[in-house]
């Protein structure tokens, strides 16, 4: 069974940091690049950052940039998404998919996982 699962997701205080985890199962990691989106509340689902499937480029929007940081264990089945200086408007769910291309700026996914929530508030 095709699965991937978020994990990770709390409340913290604007300025702190978390680290997301997305396991996979069911299909093998080293094909697939691995991208995080975000939904904030009353917005659409965004992707803020992605992974080859090597690891070997990484791809984030301009909102996220220099603070997240993406990463990935294939051996471990497993991608991180390190998130620091975080701010009120990370508030969200969080999801992990394995998509076609890494490019945030345009999505072509075949897996989703069923997303992990982060708050930000003080």
């Known amino acids: 069974q095709t699965r991937l699962v978020e994990s990770g997701g709390g409340l913290v205080q604007p300025g702190g940091s978390l680290t997301l985890s997305c396991s996979v199962t069911?299909?093998?990691?080293?094909?697939?690049?691995i991208a995080w989106f975000r939904q904030a509340p009353g917005k659409e689902r965004e992707e803020i950052s992605c992974i080859s499937s090597r690891g070997g480029a990484t791809n984030y929007a301009e909102s996220v940039k220099d603070r997240f940081t993406i990463s990935r264990d294939n051996a471990k089945k497993t991608v991180y998404l390190q998130m620091n200086d975080l701010e009120f408007e990370d508030t969200g769910v969080y999801y992990c998919a394995a998509e076609r291309l890494c490019s945030v700026a345009a999505s072509m996914i075949d897996y989703w996982g069923q997303g992990t929530r982060v708050t930000v508030s003080s």
């Open positions: 069911g299909f093998s990691l080293d094909y697939y690049p």
